[in-house]
């Protein structure tokens, strides 16, 4: 089954979707844009974070990059809105929003 991925998306019809345990296309994950269903996403207050870190390696979807070992902004391509990094920010830097 040769799959265009760039066509599965979130209005592609079912009857073009991959074949269950099929790989359609090594390292496209980035090109897939899951967090886009989301009805609520993380916000981060600046003020409030202490750049502990401890947000980054409990995100299931490696969405809080950190580079030059500061946390960067959110990855809302790929985010699906679980909280489990509000769990893990022990200064409150972290809420919950509903998406606008």
């Excluded at 019809?13 to 897939?32: C, N, P, R, V």
């Excluded at 899951?34 to 609520?40: A, K, L, N, Q």
């Excluded at 981060?44 to 995100?59: G, H, M, N, S, T």
Aim: glycine letters at 8%; one cysteine or more; aromatic letters at 8%.
């Amino acid at each position: 089954m040769a799959t265009d991925i760039s066509k599965l998306g979130v209005k592609v019809k079912w009857q073009d979707l991959t074949e269950g345990m099929m790989i359609a296309g090594a390292g496209t994950s980035k090109e897939f844009l899951t967090g886009e269903w989301s009805s609520v996403k993380p916000e981060i207050d600046w003020e409030k974070c202490k750049q502990c870190l401890l947000c980054a390696p409990v995100c299931p979807d490696s969405c809080i990059p950190v580079a030059d070992k500061k946390r960067l902004d959110f990855d809302y391509d790929h985010c699906k809105g679980c909280g489990i990094c509000v769990k893990a920010c022990p200064f409150g830097a972290i809420t919950m929003e509903g998406v606008k």
